[in-house]
T-cell receptor, first 112, second 115 residues
Framework: GENVEQHPSTLSVQEGDSAVIKCTYSDSASNYFPWYKQELGKRPQLIIDIRSNVGEKKDQRIAVTLNKTAKHFSLHITETQPEDSAVYFC???????????FGDGTTLTVKP | GAVVSQHPSWVICKSGTSVKIECRSL??????MFWYRQFPKQSLMLMAT?????????EQGVEKDKFLINHASLTLSTLTVTSAHPEDSSFYIC???????????FGSGTRLTVV
């Protein structure tokens, strides 16, 4: 089955700096890669996603890159703000199968 | 759009009792729903895939007789934790893929505490 590894497990940055979280996956059939933000005690919220036919996608301060050959994808957050502090999860799935495999999560702390 | 409702949001039960958790897609139909479990400070672990009108597909290591899943309609899936034990205490959350290009939407989650 699919195996998703996520690094780092914790990340602390100063407000205004950039944050990068990286994930690797094992199943070459995976073609959908979402990123979720989860605040304490709340549900994960989809913040951005990318499909395997695209190398990069950007939405304001958030961007995701995908390298299919190397089987890794990354989340980039620029101009970080304290409200970006949360746990971020990457995931991988084969869309026609539906189920997602999640990374272990990254706890991002943005210091004001 | 793409609202997923989960109920209850939290529940405390005694060891040996059963607890039912509901996951509803409010504004779309879903033939498939997913159930995850999340322990504190850990990732989401897929427990099973709920299939409307047929048996659920359980992940390896998940006891199907303990975690009963019923997907009787296109908008409702239920997870029943039977004969609950303290080690079943966890955050249970459902996920549904709505129509359109966006990805999965999660329910609000259920915090189960077994005492």
């Amino acid at each position: 089955g699919e195996n998703v590894e996520q690094h780092p497990s914790t990340l602390s940055v100063q407000e205004g700096d950039s944050a990068v979280i990286k994930c690797t996956y094992s199943d070459s059939a995976s073609n959908y890669f979402p990123w979720y933000k989860q605040e304490l005690g709340k549900r994960p919220q989809l913040i951005i996603d990318i499909r395997s036919n695209v190398g990069e996608k950007k939405d304001q301060r958030i961007a995701v890159t995908l390298n299919k050959t190397a089987k890794h994808f990354s989340l980039h957050i620029t101009e970080t703000q304290p409200e970006d502090s949360a746990v971020y999860f990457c995931a991988a799935s084969v869309t026609n199968a539906g189920k997602s495999t999640f990374g272990d999560g990254t706890t991002l702390t943005v210091k004001p | 759009g793409a609202v997923v409702s989960q109920h209850p949001s939290w529940v405390i039960c005694k060891s040996g009792t059963s607890v039912k958790i509901e996951c509803r897609s409010l504004d779309f139909q879903a033939t498939t729903m997913f159930w995850y479990r999340q322990f504190p400070k850990q990732s989401l672990m897929l427990m099973a895939t709920s299939n409307e009108g047929s048996k659920a597909t359980y992940e390896q290591g998940v006891e199907k007789d303990k975690f009963l899943i019923n997907h009787a309609s296109l908008t409702l899936s239920t997870l029943t934790v039977t004969s609950a034990h303290p080690e079943d205490s966890s955050f249970y959350i459902c996920s549904v893929r709505p129509p359109g290009p966006r990805g999965y939407t999660f329910g609000s989650g259920t915090r189960l505490t077994v005492v």
